[in-house]
């Protein structure tokens, strides 16, 4: 983890090849304070696609339509 102030931000960030050459995460801090974390892409978790997280979805057993009509005669 590196830290570097807003002042070093603002001059790394015309040249962020540098700035995160390693790979790592930045915090900037403002006065001591922290005030902002920067992460690499490769840090985040891969999202699948669409398809992909509807297969993982489960089935719904019972048509809505039944579920709608119960509801309905529910309420009457």
Do not use: W, Y
């Amino acid at each position: 983890m590196k830290t570097i102030t807003v002042r070093e931000a603002r001059e790394g960030l015309s040249h962020p090849e540098l700035l995160f050459a390693d790979n790592d995460e930045v915090i900037v801090t403002r006065r001591g304070e922290p005030v902002a974390r920067i992460l690499p892409i490769a840090k985040r978790p891969r999202l699948g696609t669409l398809k992909d997280f509807l297969n993982q979805q489960p089935m719904q057993a019972v048509p809505s339509e039944v579920l709608l009509n119960e509801d309905r005669k529910d309420r009457c």
